[in-house]
């Protein structure tokens, strides 16, 4: 901490909340906002535990353990499972969904309202080539990414959305309306769920490994001091995106007298920009879009080259991988964003309660110590439930299991069946591994 100024910690907190805060983190709180009505303060509470409170719990995770938190994951579960789970995770926050989200939505949302019809194709092309052109620019050296990113980007993006939440508060676009859909009945689990698209508790082990990374590049070894720097800078991260949710939900929320139910998150924001600001927000919007998407790009892509070079015992190097995930990126980002959203929901569905779960058992780590059977007890029963979320999200359900555990798992109608087994499974592993000691 004592080589660490308070301005490069700051810059670090910048870097973090700039590579969190992309595509999905634009556009899903104000469809929440929007879809919620007046129920939009609950939903939102479900949708910060996800999009906020557990990046941040993971934060303090990956601080605990001195950064070192892909060798607990290693530890901790059995050896094909933490190998699995790893590459699905990468491959999730980097080339399959996330990087290319963040192309096609910069390009959905911030360029696509100027073009023509007959030029759209071409654009989508032209736009995502220079897109992950300047991502790979700026990931290219890891080192200097948090200089580029905290110092640069980042600043002129607060500087952006400040201007468009003053107009929203200041103006609001019409009166907030009644809840639809699931929002009506159960708006926090739904909320919860949306914060699964943001993928930020996912990209936490990702960012969290990143930042420790190049703190250590900046001379600092021990542990703790490396522990307090993510800390500090992870609740700089997090308090920037609650403010940032909150007001995004609320412009969401009081747009719908004026614009009626929007087919999305882009195109409701698109809209309640145009009317804020008119020609002169579009402008804007595309500003924010872009710097945005153009930071979580660069961010993840270099998280995963890093992951992998290391998988592969440096035999690939780190620019080597960087370059192909960016291509693969640019392909995947081209079949367009509808396509992308829809293959990520039942992988995200399934991914994210065994994440959750092993997040939370890692602080308690130095009390579970070696009784790794906690850890697989729990891990083991949440696999079984995520993975039936998961089908049920692609449309592949059970009939009969689903009848038989909505009639006896709590919250399993709502895709959160996973957590009282879980706590289950947590309590028979300290149970087991107390009787195996007699």
């Known amino acids: 901490m004592d080589t660490f100024k308070k301005t490069e910690i700051l810059t670090i907190g910048f870097m973090m909340f700039s590579v969190f805060f992309g595509a999905g983190n634009l556009i899903f709180p104000p469809a929440l906002g929007q879809a919620a009505g007046e129920n939009y303060y609950i939903a939102m509470v479900?949708?910060?535990?996800?999009?906020?409170?557990?990046?941040?719990?993971?934060?303090?995770?990956?601080?605990?353990?001195?950064?070192?938190?892909?060798?607990?994951?290693?530890?901790?579960?059995?050896?094909?499972?933490?190998?699995?789970?790893?590459?699905?995770?990468?491959?999730?926050?980097?080339?399959?969904?996330?990087?290319?989200?963040?192309?096609a939505v910069s390009f959905e949302i911030g360029i696509r309202p100027f073009l023509s019809e007959d030029a759209i194709t071409v654009g989508r092309v032209v736009y995502s080539a220079i897109f992950f052109f300047v991502s790979y620019y700026l990931a290219i050296n890891p080192n200097k990414l948090i200089d580029r990113v905290g110092k640069m980007l980042t600043p002129l993006l607060l500087i952006v959305l400040a201007v468009l939440f003053v107009a929203a508060f200041a103006h609001p676009l019409g009166l907030?309306?009644?809840?639809?859909?699931?929002?009506?009945?159960?708006?926090?689990?739904?909320?919860?769920?949306?914060?699964?698209?943001?993928?930020?508790?996912?990209?936490?082990?990702?960012?969290?490994?990143?930042?420790?990374?190049?703190?250590?590049?900046?001379?600092?070894?021990?542990?703790?001091?490396?522990?307090?720097?993510?800390?500090?800078?992870?609740?700089?991260?997090?308090?920037?995106?609650?403010?940032?949710?909150?007001?995004?939900?609320?412009?969401?929320?009081?747009?719908?007298?004026?614009?009626?139910?929007?087919?999305?998150?882009?195109?409701?924001?698109?809209?309640?920009?145009?009317?804020?600001?008119?020609?002169?927000?579009?402008?804007?919007?595309?500003?924010?879009?872009?710097?945005?998407?153009?930071?979580?790009?660069?961010?993840?892509?270099?998280?995963?080259?890093?992951?992998?070079?290391?998988?592969?015992?440096?035999?690939i190097s780190y620019e080597r991988l960087l370059q192909l995930f960016l291509i693969f990126s640019f392909l995947i980002s081209n079949i367009g964003l509808t396509q992308i959203i829809a293959l990520a929901v039942p992988f995200l569905v399934a991914i994210y309660p065994i994440v959750i779960v092993f997040v939370l058992l890692s602080l308690l780590d130095s009390k579970i110590g070696e009784r790794t059977v906690v850890y697989h007890s729990a891990l083991n029963v949440t696999l079984v439930f995520a993975l039936l979320d998961g089908l049920n999200a692609a449309g592949l359900s059970l009939p009969f299991v689903n009848s038989l555990f909505s009639a006896y798992v709590p919250f399993y109608n709502v895709m959160l069946g996973w957590f009282v087994p879980a706590i289950i499974g947590v309590l028979y592993g300290l149970l087991y591994y107390h009787l195996k000691r007699r």
């Open 176 to 315: 907030i309306q009644a809840a639809t859909g699931s929002y009506a009945n159960t708006p926090f689990a739904q909320g919860f769920q949306d914060g699964y698209q943001t993928m930020d508790l996912l990209a936490t082990i990702a960012i969290g490994t990143l930042v420790v990374n190049t703190i250590r590049m900046r001379g600092v070894k021990d542990d703790r001091a490396i522990g307090k720097v993510c800390l500090i800078a992870g609740l700089i991260t997090v308090t920037l995106m609650a403010c940032v949710y909150g007001s995004l939900a609320y412009l969401g929320a009081t747009s719908t007298e004026v614009l009626g139910h929007s087919a999305n998150g882009g195109q409701l924001l698109a809209a309640a920009v145009a009317i804020l600001f008119g020609h002169a927000g579009n402008i804007l919007l595309a500003v924010i879009i872009a710097l945005a998407c153009l930071t979580t790009s660069c961010g993840m892509a270099s998280s995963t080259a890093w992951f992998f070079n290391k998988l592969f015992k440096n035999r």
């Open 46 to 103: 479900g949708f910060m535990l996800t999009g906020v409170g557990l990046p941040l719990i993971g934060i303090l995770a990956i601080a605990l353990h001195g950064g070192r938190y892909i060798e607990l994951i290693k530890r901790r579960f059995y050896p094909w499972y933490s190998g699995l789970l790893l590459v699905i995770l990468y491959i999730c926050i980097g080339p399959l969904f996330a990087i290319p989200r963040t192309g």
